[in-house]
């Protein structure tokens, strides 16, 4: 198995950074071993690709404010792609660490 890094992700519309719907398409190589009673395991798997389709908030309900943000960067990030779209400032004109709305959690 090849580790990837997850990125992280903030709505800049809710501050939500907790909660996302996260839909991607990936490319697998694996080796299939059957038991000789016909039981299947996978073993040596390797992702070959992975795409982020969409990213949506779960408190918001929609992609429009949803930013990448890096490890370093915890302040900003770049857009997500396949999201409804990003906004155009990832700070939010906001300075600091965002804090998450109280202990409430929307579902659509």
């Known amino acids: 198995m090849v580790p990837m890094d997850e990125p992280r992700y903030r709505c800049d519309g809710c501050g939500n950074v907790t909660r996302f719907d996260v839909t991607t398409s990936q490319t697998t ?10 039981e299947l395991e ?7 690709s992975r795409h982020v389709d969409e990213v949506v908030c779960r408190w ?17 990030g770049a ?10 400032d990832p700070g939010g004109g906001a300075s600091g660490e965002r804090e998450e709305p109280g202990a409430h959690s929307r579902t659509p």
Request: one cysteine or more; charged letters at 20%; glycine letters at 24%.
């Open 60 to 76: 918001c309900g929609h992609g429009r404010s949803v930013v990448e943000i890096g490890e370093a960067d915890e302040g900003g």
């Open 42 to 48: 996978v073993e040596e798997a390797t992702v070959l």
């Open 79 to 88: 857009g997500v792609e396949g999201g409804a779209g990003a906004s155009p």
């Open 29 to 38: 190589k694996a080796f299939h071993h059957y038991t000789v009673g016909g």
